[in-house]
């Protein structure tokens, strides 16, 4: 689920999360900005036609998937069956980060 490098100021994670049922820029937009408003990332990209979301931040992992749950369910019409994928895919893939 991430990566790990070494930035001047300490450990850049990279979280690459698959994500389906965006349609079109509207929903990568949304998914951005609710990611941004809800947590201080580095940056975050998402692809509709990859069907991914990617983020760059220096923060715990755990405070990141709180913050990106929080966010997705601010926009409950916008949507939806992204963020439905989301959380899907995102507790999954904390079930396995946390057993290591």
């Known amino acids: ?5 070494k930035s001047r100021r300490g ?11 965006m349609m079109c820029g509207m929903c990568e937009s949304h998914i951005n900005d609710a990611i941004r408003k809800a947590f ?9 036609s ?3 979301t990617v983020l760059l931040t220096e923060s715990d992992i755990r405070l990141l998937v709180r913050f990106m749950f929080q966010a997705a369910r ?4 916008e ?10 895919k ?3 893939s904390i079930m396995e980060w946390e057993r290591g």
């Open 50 to 52: 990859r069907g991914e």
């Open 79 to 88: 949507c939806r069956q992204t963020r439905l994928d989301i959380d899907e």
């Open 90 to 92: 995102l507790s999954r």
């Open 1 to 5: 689920m991430g990566q790990r490098t």
């Open 11 to 21: 450990i850049i994670l990279k979280i690459t999360v698959q994500v389906d049922g």
């Open 74 to 77: 601010k926009y409950p019409e």
């Open 40 to 48: 201080p990332v580095k940056k975050v990209t998402s692809s509709h």
